[in-house]
């Protein structure tokens, strides 16, 4: 084992990450092309979101190495810094990333090398879940039931979702023949996995939003956007889950397409109501939709050709959403933020239609 002390990393002369010769500059420590690539996008994509002076740059590129080092076989030691969120927190979105361009780079590194990276980032975390984050003694139930039972919630879900993002990555990437060919049957596989990993990922996700009140939008004030910019980026997600059932998914976006408003709150209630509509839709389509009602409202609802939803079972949010109703209510929160109210209507001889109205007026020129 070599001692973190022998290979220690100085830390850049930078208060913050928001310049980008900064960043040019701090990712030059990484060693590998992969993990640098990643560990830059990860770098501005902290310094888009925080003004904030941070030190989270020369962990980020010690954590980096670390995974360089294991994934050939050196059995560094952790960053004693990375035993905390913020740690826990860079290293999962450095493994994002790095899925991410494994998945969009025509030169990927072989399967060896990801499945050394991706096994190099696992023995980190299991490495920081031994410091002490989650008390044996008391057990999970007494903790959850303490004054940390939602935080560990959020955790759980938190550690779910980025494992099985990676997944998506990986998964779509192979269906579509990016890393070589693959038969009808295997592409069938891969799509199941595929609408498998987008499931859960979208359980654990709306598990955190819910336990954080499912109620906050990220934008602070309305912001332009495109309304098919966003129905492109729910297609692009939800496709393959819509491919391996044979399913056509339709946008129709409005005639007045720049609009001010939540594009990311919108985004994730088209994306729920979207994932949903094409789970419990066996042939068919599912369509999402914007109507112009005036030059501020819109109308947004996506519709399948489902069987229908049984009225009795709405209220329970048992029938559509899963068991666990979490889609469906975190939608209604959602929506209900933005100043609106999700509704239903359904047919057994047509389908289910949820909607809901926005006001989102047009930019100024």
Known sequence: VIQAGSNTISEPSINRVSASSSIDETIEQIIARDLHEAAAVVLRAQAVASDQPSDSA??????????????????????????????????TELRMATVRSWAENDTAPSPERMLAVWNACESILIDLGRGGGFDVERGFSGQMSGPRGLELIVEVAHDLRSPLTSILFLAETLQRGQSGSVNDVQRRQLGLIYSAALGLSTLASNVMELARGGNRLAEDAPAP???????????????????????????????????????????????????????????????????????????????????????????THRATFSGTGLGLAL??????????????ESGSDWGTRFYFELKLPIPPR
């Open 58 to 91: 020369s962990l980020l590129v010690s954590l980096t190495n670390c995974v360089d080092r294991r994934a050939e076989g050196v059995d560094l030691l952790v960053d004693p810094r990375a035993d905390s969120v913020e740690g826990r927190r860079l290293l």
């Open 225 to 315: 956007f495109s309304v098919a910019d966003v129905f492109e980026s729910v297609a692009d997600i939800v496709r393959p889950m819509a491919e391996e059932k044979g399913l056509t998914v339709r946008l129709l976006p409005p005639t007045a397409d720049h609009r001010l408003g939540p594009a990311q709150a919108l985004s994730r209630v088209l994306l729920n109501l979207t994932t949903n509509a094409i789970k419990f839709t066996e042939e068919g389509l599912v369509e999402i939709v914007a109507r112009s009602l005036d030059d501020d409202r819109v109308e947004f609802s996506v519709r399948d050709t489902g069987h229908g939803i049984n009225p009795e079972a709405i209220p």
């Open 331 to 344: 939608c209604r929160k959602l929506v209900e933020a933005m100043g609106s109210e999700l509704r239903y």
